[in-house]
């Protein structure tokens, strides 16, 4: 499975060993002998050949500039670069792009198509299309339909920079609340969700998060987040509100409860760090020293991504919620072992 840089590398050892001819022939070969989600790029001589994994886990999209052709994992670099969008890659796609244009071929079976899901939730950049969906838009909408699902009463909403702002937008709107920054984010600072370590987490979040006292003295506040994953984040985001002498704070997450790792190349917490494995929705809000938790339900989520979109996205992995890896390959004992391998490297 594809799960780290260290893993394109081993890609490598296996088109350097095949005997096939011809070099593409040779990466389609390799990719045939490995499973999971990756988007691929090769530079050959005379030509460029882009892949995208069967499942279609990861985004990847085909542009034009200047009468050259550009592949890039997110909308929003074309548009850095003056390029335009001709079309996404479909899942098991592979382009061959030369002096004579681009030749899109298909050399693997049709199989589960599972994007994932939480590019919308969190890993994309508002300002990017991804999976045929505007994502800003789509995080608009889980503000919205989590408004309708779990009204509350606040005095105004506050998003957790920067991956909740739009979310909070959407939820504003919906419940005619005003719509207030009372956390300034420090853009020098990494994701905290990522980091390696928790101490290392839990320095970053002073350092990137600051509370308005001028906005949130006295009032009571709906924190509007992409996820909550160990608690911890959260936990010190709602005592920074405290500490400025919010009255009442609430905390949304936009995406239902995790509790299952992502085996697909993104580096999530064990399965036993997910503070929703085992507890109820009031536990974790106790634990995390909110007022009340408000989670997005899956089949709202599902939908925010799907509205307007037509048939474009038929399936989606959201194995990080409900278990079900659309590899159907993941064993537990295959989890037991990655879980080791990552508390081994301090993950």
């Given amino acids: 499975i594809f799960q780290t840089t260290t893993d394109t590398e081993a890609l490598l050892h296996l088109v350097a060993r095949s005997k096939a001819g011809d070099v593409v022939d040779a990466i389609v070969e ?7 989600a990756y988007s691929l790029l090769f530079l050959v001589p005379g030509r460029m050949v882009a892949v995208r994994d069967p499942h279609g886990f990861r985004p990847l999209c085909l542009g034009r500039l200047n009468g050259a052709w550009v592949v890039a994992s997110e909308t929003c670099a074309l548009d850095l670069l003056g390029a335009q969008l001709v079309r996404e890659m479909d899942p098991g796609e ?5 002096v004579a244009g681009v030749h899109p071929f298909k050399p693997f079976k049709d199989i589960r198509a599972a994007s994932c899901i939480f590019e919308h939730v969190y890993f994309s950049r508002p300002d990017s299309t991804v999976f045929g969906a505007p994502v800003q838009q789509v995080r608009k909408r889980l503000g919205d339909r989590l408004f309708h699902e779990a ?5 105004m909403v506050v998003p957790v920079p920067d991956s909740g702002v739009y979310a909070a937008m959407g939820y504003a709107r919906a419940a005619a609340l ?11 600072v990494g994701r905290t969700f990522i980091q390696p370590t928790q101490e290392v987490r839990n320095d970053n979040v002073r350092v990137k998060l600051n509370p308005v006292r001028d906005i949130l ?12 994953v160990r608690g911890t984040t959260s936990r010190q985001i709602v005592q920074l509100a405290r500490e400025a002498g919010a009255r009442k704070v609430l905390f949304a997450s936009t995406s239902p409860p995790l ?6 190349g993104i580096d999530m917490a064990t399965k036993r760090d997910f503070i929703a494995r085992d507890r109820s929705v009031d536990q974790i809000a106790s634990s995390i020293g909110a007022d009340a938790v408000l989670y997005q339900s899956l089949d709202d ?3 925010s991504v799907r509205e307007g979109n037509g048939d474009h996205i038929q399936e989606m992995c959201s194995a990080c919620f409900t278990g079900d890896y659309p590899t159907g390959d993941i064993t537990g004992e295959m989890l037991v072992q990655i879980e080791e391998e990552r508390l081994i490297h301090g993950k």
């Avoid at 006295?218 to 996820?227: E, F, M, Q, T, W």
């Avoid at 509790?259 to 697909?264: A, F, L, R």
């Fill in 259 to 264: 509790t299952h790792p992502c085996v697909y």
């Fill in 217 to 228: 003295e006295g009032k009571r506040i709906i924190l509007i987040d992409d996820s909550i």
């Fill in 151 to 155: 009204p509350v009463e606040a005095d």
């Fill in 94 to 98: 592979v382009l061959v792009v030369d």
């Fill in 30 to 36: 390799s990719l045939h002998q490995v499973r999971g």
């Fill in 178 to 188: 005003p719509f207030e920054m009372g956390l300034v984010r420090n853009h020098y």
């Fill in 301 to 303: 989520l599902l939908d």
